[in-house]
């Protein structure tokens, strides 16, 4: 089974950056699974753009590239 592909529009963009200048907790889905970490960087990992989160109950840093992605929302502003 293949899941959808989340396509970014630069008002997504523009949201998910903001969540990482203010430290904000951003659930994304990737493979089926739902994370919810909190946005610290966005960067390259293999030629494409990726969120640098961090999980709030064991503080590991997970790297998720944005074309990976199915689906991202901000938790709270």
Same mark, same amino acid.
Not at 17 to 46: C, N
């Given at each position: 089974?293949?899941?959808?592909?989340?396509?970014?529009?630069?008002?997504?963009?523009?949201?998910?950056? /903001?969540?990482?200048?203010? @430290?904000?907790?951003?659930?994304?889905?990737?493979?089926?699974? #739902?994370?919810?970490? =909190?946005?610290?960087?966005?960067?390259?990992?293999?030629?494409?753009?990726?969120?640098?989160? /961090?999980?709030?109950?064991? @503080?590991?840093?997970?790297?998720?590239?944005?074309?990976?992605? #199915?689906?991202?929302? =901000?938790?709270?502003?």
């Amino acid at each position: 089974m293949t899941m959808k592909k989340f396509r970014w529009t630069p008002s997504q963009m523009d949201r998910l950056e /903001h969540a990482v200048r203010k @430290g904000l907790r951003v659930a994304v889905s990737r493979r089926g699974t #739902e994370f919810i970490v =909190v946005a610290v960087r966005l960067t390259q990992k293999d030629g494409a753009d990726a969120l640098v989160g /961090h999980l709030p109950m064991t @503080g590991d840093e997970l790297v998720f590239r944005l074309q990976d992605l #199915e689906s991202f929302q =901000v938790i709270g502003d």
